[in-house]
């Protein structure tokens, strides 16, 4: 009896030493890379809110770091693998610039998942996810090619890459759509947050006739050169930048990282993590619509939000024939929807673009 | 598309206006290396000054005010700068790196509540029927009172540290500290006061990015200009004109490429021989009037780039390319660091106790 109470006593023992070892490793460790700064009124402030939201839903079970302000390049590396070192399970690495170096971060910690947005390079533990960023331009598009008097659009372009360049494909298919009149003038900034470069990019574009302005960079600094300028349409990107509403900002596209960080992180908790490509759109609910503010008439506003319902619920898709690509050769035939591998890699303006893609 | 679409009027005068910030952030450093200090601190002095001058704005509805206190702003943080480096004998590259680290995190904190809020405007300086004068009343006389000052400071400098007494003992002091400290020199209190007002001058130019530029506060918004500036003063030779001359370049290329970009424009081929010729005609000129006499050589080299110049010119007459968007957005850097690396070719060098700390028992 003795004996076996002795065992019991040491299987308990063990029992409880392997509980509290995998409860000290129970404390799931979550890392975020930022290209900007957590207060860029953006992109990177709408992923800090993804991580927020994940500090939220897990409580004490989990702990998250991020940097901020991040180069993309070489010194991305160092913080990630500093992250990877620093015990964490999971790593979102959240710009495009970040892609190749999260491959070779990945490569060095096995154990550790990697999350990549907007990229198109995937390993064992490394996941990519991207939102359809493409489908709110379409809606903004529409907006822009019915607010426009000048019919001039300015776009602030960030990179040539292929993100960049669905969403001046889509709003410009929308704009012309509904004004065959209208011009885009496009500004590659170089830059995804310096608010100075990103006022000069869009006054420049105003002093040149645009009374549109769609940006795909990071900060405010846009909305608040067309608030000076007085009539000057904006839309809120990346994040509603809604303390510009109801104008300059007539509507925006916000990214809603929150329920992917929040089931990706479940997933790793439970052991069920794989890696796979995540690409939702307005129908999932990572890329939301703004409010469209009063400052946009009633039937636009109307016809925008059926289209923003045609493209959630699928009937209808952003890249749909016919549409030719800018060289006038046939890309799309009628009816024709364009298909995700071609999106992904996209490297060419559609007809009606004026102008070159830098390489 | 054609150039039509640019207006030269607005385009100057933003060129001018994009020029500021660079240039004020780097007119203060030029005198704070002149005196024999190296801070690396100009981006975090120059967001500092950006927060503060956006707070004291907003607070009480005067940008003016709020140049005021970004300027104490940046020479508050400078000061700390002062204190580790002259007091405690720190290395200035460390401090001056933690000092732009400290700066950007304070300022995130202290802006925290000014997101999104609008700045009162500034209004531009009326000067009666001067600003009505056609094309040159918007060019020169309608800026508002900033940029004049940092004309102001430019030109301050350069007759301060030329013809002053205390112009000749501060650079004393950064030639050599310990001859300077022999001669009973306060090396010390120089130095703090030269430190002072490099960071009131990045103050100045950080709230003139958040107030005037963009006008907003945005965590980060300076965005590396410091560093730009800090630059400029090496390639500059630590001259104030060519300070100037520096921070209008890559302001005005800056904003040049983006208009180009916006309108389109095809390029010129011949335009490169053109502006070969322009660079040296203004080259020489300029070497003619301010500097000493010259080696038969160096002219000839001149003389021998500007024929080639002529030769490109007429060659690729009436050639044009599409303008590259990826060669225009290097532009500025490009074009700025030529030019000045050019004009340092009269063997300008840094002061001789640059970076270095000084003690007197050493």
Avoid at chain 1, 12 to 31: E, M
Avoid at chain 2, 10 to 35: C, D, K, N, Q, W
Avoid at chain 2, 46 to 67: E, R
Avoid at chain 2, 254 to 281: H, Y
Wanted: aromatic share 10%; charged share 15%; with cysteine.
């Amino acid at each position: 009896m003795k004996l076996s109470h002795l065992l019991a006593a040491a299987a308990l023992a063990a029992s409880f030493a392997g509980a509290a070892i995998a409860d000290g490793h129970g404390k799931t460790k979550v890392g975020f890379v930022y290209v900007g700064p957590v207060g860029d009124g953006g992109w990177t402030y709408e992923h800090d809110k993804g991580r927020l939201a994940v500090e939220k839903e897990f409580g004490d079970s989990v702990e998250t770091v991020f940097v901020e302000s991040v180069p993309e390049g070489p010194d991305s590396e160092r913080v990630m693998t500093q992250m990877a070192l620093g015990g964490a399970d999971l790593i979102f690495t959240t710009s495009f610039g970040y892609m190749n170096p999260t491959i070779n971060v990945a490569s060095k910690f096995p154990d550790v998942k990697f999350e990549h947005a907007t990229g198109y390079k995937r390993a064992d533990n490394v996941s990519t996810y991207s939102a359809r960023f493409y489908e709110g331009r379409a809606i903004q598009g529409h907006i822009a090619g019915n607010m426009t008097k000048s019919n001039i659009v300015g776009y602030i372009g960030s990179y040539p890459i292929p993100e960049v360049i669905r969403g001046i494909n889509s709003a410009y298919i929308h704009a012309a759509k509904v004004n065959p009149d209208v011009e885009f003038k496009i500004i590659w900034a170089y830059t995804w947050f310096d608010p100075a470069k990103e006022a000069d990019a869009a006054k420049v574009l105003i002093e040149q006739g645009a009374d549109v302005i769609l940006q795909h960079t990071d900060s405010t600094a846009p909305q608040a050169a067309a608030q000076e300028a007085g009539n000057v349409v904006t839309f809120g990107q990346a994040s509603d930048m809604g303390q510009y509403a109801p104008f300059p900002r007539v509507s925006s596209i916000i990214d809603d990282w929150a329920p992917y960080y929040i089931a990706r992180t479940k997933a790793v908790m439970d052991g069920t993590w794989e890696s796979i490509d995540t690409w939702d759109g307005i129908g999932a609910g990572m890329v939301g619509i703004g409010e469209i503010s009063d400052a946009v008439p009633a039937d636009v506003k109307a016809e925008a939000l059926a289209l923003k319902a045609a493209i959630a619920d699928g009937s209808y898709h952003a890249f749909t024939g016919p549409l030719k690509k800018q060289d006038g050769s046939d890309w799309l035939a009628d009816g024709e929807t364009a298909d995700d591998g071609t999106l992904a890699g996209m490297s060419f303006y559609v007809e009606g673009i004026e102008g070159d893609i830098p390489q | 598309m054609d150039l039509s679409a640019i207006n030269p009027i607005l385009l100057i005068a933003a060129m001018i206006a994009a020029s500021t910030p660079i240039l004020l952030a780097a007119i203060g450093e030029l005198v704070v290396e002149r005196a024999g200090v190296l801070n690396l601190g100009v981006e975090g002095m120059m967001i500092t000054g950006a927060v503060c001058g956006f707070i004291i704005a907003v607070n009480t509805g005067s940008p003016l005010v709020g140049f005021i206190a970004a300027a104490l702003g940046g020479a508050l943080l400078s000061f700390l700068f002062a204190f580790l480096t002259q007091v405690t004998l720190a290395n200035q590259v460390a401090s001056g790196l933690a000092l732009t680290l400290f700066g950007l995190g304070l300022s995130a904190l202290m802006g925290q509540s000014y997101v999104g809020i609008k700045p009162p405007q500034m209004v531009d300086t009326q000067m009666g029927f001067l600003s009505d004068i056609p094309i040159f009343g918007p060019i020169i006389f309608g800026h508002n009172i900033i940029i004049y000052l940092g004309l102001l400071i430019v030109a301050g400098t350069w007759a301060t540290l030329k013809f002053t007494r205390a112009g000749l003992v501060l650079r004393a002091v950064g030639e050599n500290h310990d001859a300077a400290h022999a001669l009973g020199y306060k090396v010390k209190r120089i130095r703090t006061l030269a430190i002072l007002f490099g960071g009131a001058c990045a103050g100045l130019g950080g709230a003139y990015i958040s107030l005037i530029r963009v006008p907003q506060w945005t965590e980060g918004m300076t965005a590396g200009v410091g560093w730009i500036a800090l630059a400029l003063v090496v390639f500059a030779s630590w001259k104030p004109w060519r300070v100037l001359l520096g921070a209008y370049l890559f302001g005005g290329i800056t904003q040049v490429q983006l208009n180009l970009q916006a309108a389109g424009v095809v390029f010129p081929v011949s335009s490169i021989g053109i502006t070969i010729i322009i660079i040296c005609v203004i080259i020489a000129s300029w070497n003619l009037i301010f500097a000493k006499k010259k080696s038969r050589q160096y002219y000839f080299w001149l003389l021998f780039l500007s024929i080639a110049g002529v030769f490109f010119t007429i060659f690729f007459q009436g050639a044009t390319v599409p303008f590259k968007v990826e060669y225009l957005a290097m532009s500025p850097y490009l074009m700025t660091i030529i030019v000045l690396v050019i004009l340092s070719a009269d063997k300008s060098r840094a002061p001789g106790s640059l970076g270095r700390a000084f003690h007197a028992s050493q």
